[in-house]
């Protein structure tokens, strides 16, 4: 039997700065916080609600921690979602599991997102998804070969996303909006703009550059350690991340 939840925030105000910061992430509905660098709802909500209207067919295609279907789902669109770990589409069919007063449809795939052959050419009306930052999080410990979080190459990691950039130009509607949230790392102690280098490859798909959000990040797994470590070793903590919004035309 479908559980009863909050099913939408207390209070929500859409963003309209190039500047998010949510300090204290939302847990309405089933959204929780347990699957490792998922994005908040509160990201979502205001994507779905700025680039979606009601009845729009969305698609993630790494989908992990669920809380863009769940977000999709309570906003009344329909969704394909899909995901190279069998455990991220397992845990976001149970996350669905609620009921709400709408007749919006979802639905899973396991597929690998620079392959995404079963869908339609300009068919897509808003895709919005997380994808991982090469392997600062590796997702399935390195026993599923093509997931993208076993790349450490981040010229590797970015040939990879241009294949998932040119999938996602195709599929998507002309004149419809994709979203990607990506941060950047350091490697031997220097900075790496691995956002800005996934941008490049989205723009030679053929996307547009529409906006350049900046995300600030809190709770960040072992902070204490990282501070300290910043001070003996001086550098800075990376403490934001890029939200892109490309369009097709």
Known sequence: MAKEFKLHPDDFELECTTVWAFERR?????????????????????LILRYSKEGDVLLDPMIGGGTTAIESRLLNRNIIYSDINQIALDRTKQSLEFSIDNNCWQRGFRWDARSLNKIKNNSID???????????????????????????????????????????FRILKPGKFCAILIGDTRRNKMYQPLAYMVMERFLKSGFLLKEDIIKRQFNCKATGFWVKKSQESNFLLIMHEHLFIFQKQ
């Open 126 to 168: 808003f895709v919005l998804t997380h994808p991982p930052y090469a392997d600062i999080i590796n997702y399935s410990n390195k026993e599923i070969e093509e997931d993208l979080s076993n790349i450490h190459s981040l010229t590797s990691f970015c040939d990879e996303m241009e294949k998932v950039a040119k999938e996602l």
């Open 26 to 46: 939302g847990n309405w509905a089933t959204h929780k916080s347990d699957w490792r660098g998922n994005w908040a709802p509160e990201v979502v909500r205001n």
